[in-house]
Structure formats: structure tokens, C-alpha cells
């Protein structure tokens, strides 16, 4: 039954109610005779009834005898409607139901502001038939507005237990013991917050990654890429290559937007390395000199290498006071940053091709073209500790982790070993923790991410030669980068300061941008 034909239903329910209940008052009169032999008798039957005297016969209402009692007709009536009639109980309940609502409405606080144009607003003046929605039958046209949305939110969305006033009223007047059962049920409550992500780990299995816009996409003008940096301070990045030119991008993931960029003349840059606070950057090439520009003023200077030297592999010191140039025949050249001093020059057997300081800027750690991982020291400056690198025959690449516990080393035969960095001071032959042979190719680069939970290693030799592994699991990432994903040949990888981004340069002119979900900073 409709709810339309049920309110026509009540309506006639009330009108019979009112038009039987003023026929139903209790007649006076009696009941004549049905037979009657005389005049006489039909006399003295009158008086009897009007004295009081019973009689058998009584005259009863024709509604009575077709629809029966009137209570027996009234309940047939409203149950054949579909309402039952309210009976004196239910009218005292629907009264203290009205008084609890009364009640209730004084208690809730009153809003802070009111639209009045939200009462004006009916449903028909917003609802619209369309070819999309149909016709619009289900619809109460004439019904605010306001509470047809309010009751479409109840529908899909229930009330959360934090949002009632009553329970937020109930626990401030509890003790200051009660207040961590607070929080506790409103972390149960919200399905949103997660309890357990401050201790959450990073899966050693899989790694939830996203490749985003190409970091240089604004210009595609350094050539072959050979050094990406991020600023350790603002979300920036240098990209440098082999067309003389190095340009500062905004690294968003969106547009990664160009800001500046700085040419110099005859001078393909092979390496490039941003200070430690963030105000000069180097670039490094072929050349017997290199520069240092500033980034504050946008203004570079040219540095002349105090000996017969190529500035084409250095590194920076994490206290931002040294440069270690890799010169010839194995030597190592330690610069002062500020006068460009030549503070002192390290000699080892092979050709470097791998160097890293530790996080004190005492210690330099070198490898070259044999077998053999030197460690310098810069206070006695000379070779404090060496030892053989397992396997190897000819060392590329080295790393050390941010966390100083890690040592990973990369060689021409693929193989990217990891050390205990205290272990190695013990033996001149250690064994390595993890050996990585998941490429096979001479490896190109090594970076420790900033928790020393990650380490990239890559390939210039065969296309989209990059690995991801993790620590301590030491495991490597089977779905990273995807197989899809044409990177080309890898010539250096880069973190940002937070993990957030990993950047990955290659001999041709783009340079691939992976955000890395686990971590949320930049």
C-alpha cells in the first residue's frame, strides 16, 4: 500500500469516526412490537416502557447490524488502512516521547551560524528532471531542502561515537586517568587513522613507488646527463651534463619547473656535488680546472687545480672544508674549499675510480682498479687500513651509508658487496654481509638513501640497469623499476634529502623521476 493511499484512507477513517460516534449516544426510546393484536395492548406496551419495564424486542441501529461494534469496526477499519488505533497508553508515550524531544533540543549547544536561505530552498527548486536523472516520482518536490540532504548524509554516513556531546560530556567529568581511553576509542572509531603507522616498517618485499614527471621535462637541454643533485635544503635539483650546462629544476613531480640555468663554455661536465649548506655548487670535468658557483649571488668562478690534474671524479666533505680530487696514476689530491689549497696529496697502487668520507671528515675511503679498498687517514695522512674486496678484480664504485654501518662496493664483474664498516678494520680479507649478483655488468654507481634503508645500484652498460635493495633484509625489490619502464642506460642515480624522490640520470636527455610513497618528506 502507498503511503498516499494510506493518508486517504486515514482521512475517511476520522471523518466515519466523527459522523458514528454523534449516532452512537444510547436512544431512549424502545423498540415497538412486532405484532400487535390490538390497540389496547399496544398502549400498555408503551407505558411499560416508559415505566422501565423490560421487553424482549429492542430496535438496534441498521450500522450496527452491517459493520458490527463500533470498537470491533473502528480496529477492522485502521488495521485494513495500515495504522492501528492510538490508544491511551500510546498517547501518553507519544506525549513524554515530545517532552524528551523538547528536552534533548534545549540541551545541544545552538549552532554558530545559520544560513536562513537554507529553509527557503525546497527540494523542486534545485532538483531538476533531466535526461540522466528521469523523472523525479520518488520525490517529495514541496520537502526543504536541508533535510533531504540532511537525511541522504544519515543514510550513507552514521554518526561516529566522538562527534556525541553526551560521551565527550561523560569523559571530561571523568579523572585525568580516563584520558588515554579517549584517544584509544577514537583511533578505534576513525577508519581513517592508523594506530600502528608510527612503527610501521618498510616492506622488504615490494616497495610502493610511482614513476612522476621527468625531473629536467621543462628544458631536455643538459645532453647526456652525468651528475643529478638535490638541494639538501629547498626542493630543488641540479641537473648537469655533457652540453656544457647545468639547470636548477623545482622538484614537485607535477611540472618540476625550470628556475635557472648556467652555461660553461668548453666545458662538459662529467661530475657536479652541492655543498653542504646549500650556498655553492661544483662542477667538474675534463679540464685541469673546475667551478664553483655560487648560488646565492648567481655568479660562478673558475679554480685552477693547484697540480697537473683532471677535476673529472671528486667528492665533497661532509663538514664542507675538503675536496678530494682523483688524479693520475692513483693519486688523490685533498683541496681545501675556501683558498683551494692543496692540503695534501694520497698515493695508492691503482687508478681511484671509487671514493666516499665518513661522516666525521677524518677518514677517506678509496677504491681503485685492483682488488684492494684503501682507508686514508687525514689527521696522520697516510694509508691507515687496507684490505681485498671479495671477488673482485677490479673495483668501479663505492659507497658508505649515512648511518656508518655499511660499506658496499661495486666492481666490473657485477658483484656489489656489503660490509660491516667496523668489521673491516679487523681483517685484511673480510667477508662481506650480503653479495648482490643481480646485475651483471660493471656497476656505475652506488647511493645509500638518508636511513640507510635502501641502496641503488646501477649499470651504464645494458638499459634500465638500476636495483633497488633493502636493509637489514637484504633483499632486492622484484618490482622496481617496472618492466615497462624504458630508462635507457644509467649513468648516475641520486636521493633527495628525505628519500621522497629518486632521480635517475641517462645518456639521453630525460631524466626519469620516481616518487617513493614510503617516505613522506621530500
Keep these: 500500500m502507498s503511503d498516499d493511499e494510506s493518508t486517504d484512507g486515514l482521512e475517511d477513517l476520522q471523518e466515519l469516526m466523527a459522523i458514528y460516534g454523534k449516532n452512537d449516544k444510547p436512544n431512549k426510546k424502545t423498540a415497538r412490537p412486532l405484532h400487535k393484536e ?12 416508559e415505566t422501565g419495564t423490560e421487553t424482549g424486542y429492542v430496535e438496534v441501529p441498521m450500522e450496527k447490524v452491517i459493520f458490527g461494534d463500533k470498537q470491533a469496526f473502528l480496529a477492522n477499519l485502521a488495521k485494513s488502512v495500515g495504522k492501528r488505533r492510538p490508544s491511551q497508553y500510546n498517547k501518553e508515550q507519544s506525549e513524554r516521547d515530545d517532552d524528551e524531544e523538547q528536552a534533548n533540543s534545549a540541551k545541544k549547544p545552538k549552532p554558530a551560524w545559520t544560513d536562513s536561505d537554507d529553509e527557503e530552498f525546497e527540494v523542486g527548486d534545485v532538483k531538476r528532471e533531466t535526461r540522466h536523472t528521469g523523472p523525479l ?49 577514537l583511533l578505534r572509531t576513525v577508519g581513517f587513522i592508523d594506530r600502528k603507522a608510527k612503527s610501521k616498517q618498510l616492506c622488504p618485499k615490494s616497495i610502493h ?72 655548487a661544483y662542477f667538474g670535468s675534463m679540464k685541469p680546472y673546475f667551478y664553483a658557483y655560487d648560488l646565492l649571488e648567481a655568479k660562478a668562478s673558475q679554480l685552477k687545480m693547484p697540480v697537473d690534474s683532471r677535476s673529472e671524479k671528486f667528492e665533497l666533505s661532509p663538514c664542507g672544508k675538503y675536496i678530494a680530487m682523483v688524479g693520475k696514476f692513483g693519486a688523490i689530491h685533498l683541496l681545501h674549499v675556501k683558498s683551494n689549497e692543496l692540503l695534501h696529496s694520497f698515493k695508492q697502487e691503482s687508478h681511484c675510480r671509487g671514493i666516499s668520507f665518513t661522516a666525521d671528515s677524518q677518514r677517506l675511503i678509496c677504491s681503485g682498479t685492483s682488488c684492494n679498498v684503501n682507508v686514508l687517514s687525514l689527521r696522520q695522512k697516510c694509508i691507515e687500513h687496507s684490505f681485498i674486496d671479495d671477488g673482485c678484480v677490479k673495483g668501479l664504485s663505492l659507497a658508505l651509508s ?44 652506488l647511493q645509500f638513501n638518508h636511513t640507510s634503508e635502501l641502496l641503488a645500484m646501477s649499470s651504464s652498460l645494458v638499459p634500465s640497469s638500476l636495483k ?55
Design 468 to 522: 633497488l635493495a633493502h636493509f637489514p633484509s637484504a633483499t632486492v625489490y622484484a618490482n622496481f623499476p617496472h618492466q615497462m619502464d624504458n630508462l635507457g642506460y644509467v649513468n648516475t642515480i641520486a636521493f633527495s634529502p628525505h628519500s621522497g624522490y629518486l632521480a635517475v640520470g641517462i645518456k639521453g636527455k630525460k631524466v626519469p623521476l620516481f616518487r617513493l610513497k614510503y617516505f613522506k618528506n621530500y
Design 137 to 185: 516520482n520518488h520525490l517529495r518536490t514541496d520537502k526543504s531542502y536541508k533535510e533531504y540532504l540532511t537525511a541522504r548524509f544519515q543514510r550513507t554516513t552514521n554518526q561516529p561515537k566522538w562527534a556525541d556531546l553526551e560521551q565527550k560530556k561523560e569523559k571530561a567529568d571523568s579523572d585525568e586517568s580516563d584520558n588515554s581511553d579517549v584517544d584509544e576509542s
Design 209 to 280: 613507488f610511482k614513476r612522476v614527471k621527468d625531473l629536467n621535462r621543462a628544458t631536455y637541454s643538459e645532453g647526456n646527463v652525468k651528475s643529478v643533485q638535490f638541494h639538501p635544503t629547498s626542493t630543488a635539483a641540479i641537473v648537469a651534463g655533457e652540453s656544457c650546462l647545468a639547470t636548477i629544476y623545482s622538484v614537485d613531480g607535477t611540472k618540476n619547473e625550470k628556475l635557472h640555468n648556467v652555461r660553461f663554455p668548453k666545458f662538459p661536465i662529467t661530475c657536479g656535488r652541492i655543498s653542504p649548506c646549500g650556498t655553492r
Design 38 to 49: 390490538n390497540d389496547e395492548d399496544a398502549e400498555e406496551q408503551e407505558k411499560k416502557t
Design 402 to 445: 649515512p648511518s656508518q654501518r655499511l660499506l658496499a662496493t661495486g666492481s666490473m664483474e657485477g658483484v656489489v658487496n656489503v660490509y660491516d664498516y667496523e668489521s673491516i678494520y679487523k681483517s685484511t680479507v673480510p667477508q662481506p654481509l650480503k653479495r648482490f649478483m643481480n646485475l651483471r655488468t660493471a656497476i656505475g654507481d
